[in-house]
């Protein structure tokens, strides 16, 4: 079974079961495109926790306005999206809207972050 046909079996039993809280995708090659198909067919309501751990998502381009929106409209309260190629940018882009979401509990180890610019 391929990436796509995982993808779209996962998607079926989300749309029948909209009762499951905790998603974790976590060591999938999920990338940007199976990211944005996962949050436009998620029952946005009930998901309490969405692990992205090392799933080669970037939120790059329109990705990230897209992944925000969800954050807003969603209850999730944990996320993680550690061991990513998340850009700097986008990552202080996300960080910039997450105050109007529900998270609580963010985990954004293992992304390596621009240091030239800063001061020791």
Do not use: C, W
């Not at 990436?3 to 079926?12: G, T």
């Amino acid at each position: 079974m391929n990436n796509v046909n995982k993808i779209d079996v996962l998607f079926d039993t989300l749309r029948v079961n909209g009762t499951i809280e905790d998603i974790k995708l976590a060591h999938n090659y999920l990338r940007d495109k199976g990211l944005d198909r996962l949050i436009n067919n998620l029952f946005k309501q009930s998901i309490k926790t969405l692990e992205l751990q090392n799933t080669n998502i970037r939120l790059d381009n329109v990705i990230i306005n897209n992944f925000i929106k969800f954050l807003k409209e969603s209850n999730i309260e944990s996320l993680d999206i550690s061991s990513n190629p998340i850009t700097q940018e986008n990552l202080i882009k996300l960080l910039e809207d997450i105050n109007e979401t529900k998270i609580s509990d963010l985990d954004i180890s293992g992304i390596f972050f621009d240091n030239n610019n800063v001061p020791a």
